[in-house]
């Protein structure tokens, strides 16, 4: 079985201002592919130490995977790294480097004499495109192992692992498979979840079940392997349905599935559409559905209605309503919910209205205390949370909330 | 001066599901005193691959910290690596044995038998304390290499940093201490801003002036090593100073600011208003603005007029204007900057409309042509951008970009 070990490359992964998110991308794309990643190595911009490392990751790996220094400054040294490794020269392909300029192009700039240098490969190996960014991609060859440079900015690695390292390796053919498939739950804590699924979230067993958790968000990897792929997604497809007979409406989706997503593709699917009215979420409700390509299928447009005026002369909310009950209040939450149904002519709309914190707190409304509303034709449900940590978590906890309560009604 | 490498330990680093954020944490920490790390070695649970990683790290460096292993199952073996290496035995620290214990017993458990082999360290180690939690660290000298292993749980990974790890290298007397400042500019590209600072960012000179980039944010590090905290400090405000100068305007702000937070900032110094109108940022930017505590002191409030009906109804938007020159275009963009400012009657407005893509776009008005608005007393500017890379990417470089311009605005 194919083995693959990955070169950080970057003094800002080594002085403490950048966590390398790189290597575990490229660790849980290769595993899917049935290739384990085995060590990482993370070094600065130094030629001699990342040469060294390339070759105890070459020693380690029948597959390298470097990423960053494929820029155009002084301290990118990877392409240098990679000729002396090759023992060869750098040579510049005319092609890449008509790609560069003609990007620069499209941005209305003319591209800069430094910018070059991004055009030069090893000779012989081939280059990788990047269709998003100025630093093309390594591939090359040398004594039984394959070697890739993709870039340190996250997308666009991201993009060659995609469209050129995971088609190479399935290419290359494994002996062994393993299909990793998730499921998205929504709406109970880690511990009550892994109660329900006793046995099934064993140690060892073949799929194996693990369990991540980010904000609110509970996702079950389902991790099959087997001789051949066909196999595994057998075994993966059997345990999914198992998780979601188990957990029911728990389960919101699948893999990387996010909340809006699933919200988004039911309401397309019922030709239903939505509108928002955010407060304390201040736009992230709106953000999140739009985040969708396709969402202005659906999602008709919101109000942002941060300050008391906002929500008296955008949405015709009472004064007396907030004044009597306060801002962050059910009879608000359901007020702005309601108001945005019938002005956006949406069939629902979501309603936040809270205190994200950390000031604005009272004994009587703490941080953390969130309204959210749905209304529909028939009705407008609201609901009361309670939520902690940080602003940006609380925030995140009740759009997320708020996209559920509208998830569950749309399931009936 | 004293060098440190981190080999950091764990399967669960290698399939993708953990980033190794204890080593960032670890950096960040150790060039705090004045240890720059120069390597990172993240293996899995595997005796062999340990000890030669451990072998490694400390060819790299002076010091050598590992991270995880500790814990009280078979596939926790950093104990016996570390034996290994050491060519010693390891021995039942009773001491240690009582410790665990009572920490099960102030939980209301008994400690179950498998725990006791965390009491185990090295002949010659030291033990190093874990109030809270069950795996002491060990520390341990060899071949004039400092040699510590702390538990992989961050949080007691960092208590032991900051309670043993720390102390015990300032005391060997660091000679040197580094520190890291940052200045973040926007609204041009990586070579540009290199070209312009030249002999500033080279390799080797003192402070480092290193670049990193993300989604048009450019975040120059300076990091200026010296004998005592003060120097290093004045030597990097120094540099501050001048990447400031050089680069005017381009500078939005310092170390982790974000660009929301800067405009933010000089809205209130102003006591000045801002309301936003996007279309294809479907509330991004006003998700940004108020990710900031505070934001309700400047922000009113915002429309997210996704749909063209949303855009005249909501906005006041002519149906004409849209039909003679489309939804996206340097037309609308003003017409839904001024009409946000008018509706809100604040002091500006930042308006959008763009194809944010994957679909959508056509020959004249592709994926990426994004068009700005800002609105002020005085005027209504526009801007037609012409962006790449992914939907995310897209609008969050056209989210940047309009609060950009607000913030050359209110400079005036």
Chains 1, 2 share one sequence.
């Not at 000779?123 to 440079?149: D, H, Q, V």
């Not at 989706?253 to 397309?268: I, K």
């Not at 149904?341 to 994200?356: C, E, L, P, V, W």
Request: a neutral charge; one cysteine or more.
């Amino acid at each position: 079985m194919a083995k693959a070990s990955i070169v950080s490359i970057g003094n800002e992964l080594l002085n403490g201002h950048t966590t390398d998110t790189n290597a575990t991308y490229i660790c849980r794309q290769l595993l899917s592919v049935g290739v384990p990643v085995v060590s990482v190595y993370a070094v600065g911009d130094d030629i001699s130490k990342i040469v060294e490392a390339l070759k105890r990751a070459a020693a380690d790996g029948d597959i390298v995977i470097a990423t960053g220094g494929l820029g155009p400054t002084d301290d990118d040294l990877t392409r240098q790294a990679f000729a002396e490794l090759l023992k060869t020269e750098l040579i510049l392909d005319e092609r890449l480097l008509e790609g560069i300029r003609e990007l620069f192009k499209r941005r209305g700039w003319s591209m800069p004499e430094r910018n070059r240098v991004q055009a030069c490969i090893p000779k012989g190996a081939e280059a990788i495109e990047n269709p998003i960014g100025t630093a093309p991609g390594i591939l090359a060859k040398t004594k039984g192992r394959i070697l890739f440079a993709l870039p340190g900015v996250p997308a666009e690695m991201k993009m060659m692992v995609e469209n050129s390292v995971l088609p190479y390796l399935r290419k290359q053919g494994s002996s062994e498979w393993t299909v990793i498939k998730k499921v998205r739950c929504f709406g109970a804590g880690e511990s009550a979840i892994a109660e329900k699924l006793g046995d099934l979230m064993r140690r060892g067993r073949n799929p194996l079940v693990n369990c991540t958790v980010d904000t609110g968000v509970i996702s079950l990897h389902v991790i099959a392997t087997a001789k051949d792929k066909q196999q595994a997604e057998v075994m993966a497809e059997r345990d999914i349905e198992q998780l979601r007979a188990i957990l029911g409406e728990l389960v919101y989706g699948e893999d990387d599935q996010t909340m809006a997503e699933a919200v988004g593709r039911e309401l397309a699917r019922q030709r239903k559409t939505v509108a928002t009215a955010e407060s304390c979420t201040g736009g992230l409700v709106a953000k999140l559905i739009t985040d969708i390509a396709g969402s202005s299928d659906y999602f008709v447009g919101g109000w942002v209605t941060y300050s008391n005026k906002a929500k008296v002369e955008r949405l015709g909310v009472s004064q007396e309503l907030i004044d009597k009950y306060g801002a962050v209040s059910e009879q608000v939450a359901a007020a702005m919910a309601t108001a945005a149904k019938r002005i956006a002519g949406s069939d629902f709309a979501i309603a936040i209205t809270g205190i994200a914190g950390p000031g604005g707190g009272t004994e009587q409304k703490p941080v953390g205390l969130v309204y959210v509303g749905v209304s529909s034709d028939n009705d407008c449900q609201t609901e009361r949370l309670m939520l902690s940590g940080s602003r940006e978590m609380i925030r995140m906890r009740a759009a997320l909330s708020a996209l559920n309560m509208l998830r569950l009604k749309l399931r009936g």
